[in-house]
């Protein structure tokens, strides 16, 4: 029997992204953004279909994903951040309340909404998250946000 099956295009030509970018640990963020905007590129988006907001910190990166979601402008929305456990108490606490909101966000507007939040328990692990020895969560989460604008395009 012939089941139907449905993947999503890796292709980035004329979807409208929203990145939403945490300037704390901006020496991590700032690289990650490179990355996803590479992989944009890559996969045949351009610069002007992508809009870029900045925020204080990773607590502020849903309440702008939210802003974003509701203008009902957006294919897919990116969070890039850095959360270093090592130099962070409550590491854990922003990790949870970022994730459980970016994903009440998705699912309220109908709109992928990709974590690309860095975690790390420490600076090193962050620079190997942030484009070195284990490539650049910018990247993958942009990837990510092309594949998925893809299926919700395809489904409806
Ligand atoms: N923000 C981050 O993006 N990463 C961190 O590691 C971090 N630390 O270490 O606390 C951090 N704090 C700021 C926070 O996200 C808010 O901007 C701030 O609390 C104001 O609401």
New binding site residues.
């Given amino acids: 029997m012939a089941c139907k099956e449905i993947s999503g295009q890796l292709n980035a030509a004329g979807v409208a992204f929203a990145i939403v970018i945490?300037r704390?640990?901006s020496f991590f963020t700032a690289q990650l953004l490179k990355g996803a905007l590479d992989c944009i590129e890559r996969h045949g988006g351009k610069p002007e279909q992508v809009t870029v907001v900045w925020v204080?910190?990773?607590?502020?990166l849903p309440l702008l994903a939210e802003k974003l979601a509701a203008t009902g402008k957006y294919q897919a929305i990116v969070a890039l951040?850095?959360?270093?456990r090592g130099?962070?108490a409550?590491?854990d606490l922003?990790n949870g309340q970022v994730s459980r909101s970016l994903a009440k966000t998705a699912m309220s507007h109908g709109v992928p909404v990709i974590n690309a939040v860095v975690s790390a328990e420490n600076l090193e692990q962050a620079v190997e998250r942030s484009g070195t020895k284990a490539g650049n969560k910018g990247w993958d989460g942009a990837l990510a946000a092309i594949e998925m604008a893809s299926l919700y395009k395809q489904l409806g």
């Fill in positions: 945490s704390f640990n204080p910190g990773a607590n502020e951040g850095a959360v270093i130099a962070t409550h590491a922003i």
